[in-house]
């Protein structure tokens, strides 16, 4: 499978048009967005209707810039959209784990509401998996600032890294860190950036598609 990941474009116009060139030339299965599509959910209608024009499927999660509830209700009307903050999906043949907001953690904490949605959903995460995530793993190329010399990422999602082995896993949040990959184990952690990156994805194996 051919995906297409994307994360904070935060509505602009130039990169959604980066992004929508690359996705008509490079005929993705699936589309992923990691959350803050908008600025503080700024013309989110406009936002979204255009994410649902691209050619094809989209899964998307909400960032800290976005409301799940509003989100959630405006995606109903996109057939090409697919809401996934918390929830567990099965897209040309992956199961998908998605959750959304959150992004501001420090130290190793965890997120509540993520540990008790896998805890009760455990029997339904197998292989092969994806996890998108809007704020990154802690303790990660993805979660580190430089200027604060501190990771800053959700021990949560680290452990279920390590314990589920997913394919995939997809975060965005930190801006600093656009387009940053590292692999822990069986497992390619990425920052797909605003302007997108290309994935090949194979049962027991992701990897990027240089362009």
């Known amino acids: 499978m051919k995906l297409l990941a994307f994360t904070d474009i935060h509505s602009s ?3 959604f048009k ?3 060139s690359k996705a008509k030339k490079q005929k993705p299965d699936l589309i992923i967005c990691c959350g803050d599509f908008t600025v ?3 013309n989110v209608k406009d936002v979204l209707k255009k994410i649902n024009s691209l050619p094809a499927p989209v899964i998307l999660i909400p960032g800290n810039h976005e409301d799940d509830e ?6 109903q009307k996109y057939k090409n959209i697919t809401y996934a903050h918390l929830s567990i999906l099965e897209a040309n043949g992956y199961r998908i784990v998605g959750h959304g907001g959150g992004g501001f953690y420090g130290g190793r904490h965890r997120d509540a509401e993520f540990d008790a949605f896998t805890k009760a959903t455990k029997g339904k995460i197998k292989s092969p998996l994806i996890l998108i995530t809007h704020a990154p793993p802690y303790n990660t190329k993805l979660d580190y ?3 604060l010399d501190e990771h800053v990422g959700c021990a949560s999602y680290t452990d279920f890294i390590k314990k589920h082995k997913p394919i995939l896993a997809l975060s965005g949040h930190l801006h600093e860190n656009f387009k ?3 692999r822990k184990g069986k497992t390619l952690l990425s920052n797909p950036g605003q302007d997108g990156t290309l994935f090949e994805l194979a049962e027991k194996y992701a990897k ?3 362009e």
């Open 180 to 182: 940053k990959t590292e």
């Open 70 to 75: 509003l989100i959630r209700r405006i995606c």
């Open 145 to 147: 600032l430089d200027w």
């Open 40 to 42: 503080f959910e700024q």
């Open 208 to 210: 990027i598609i240089r």
């Open 18 to 20: 980066r992004l929508e």
């Open 13 to 15: 116009q130039s990169a």
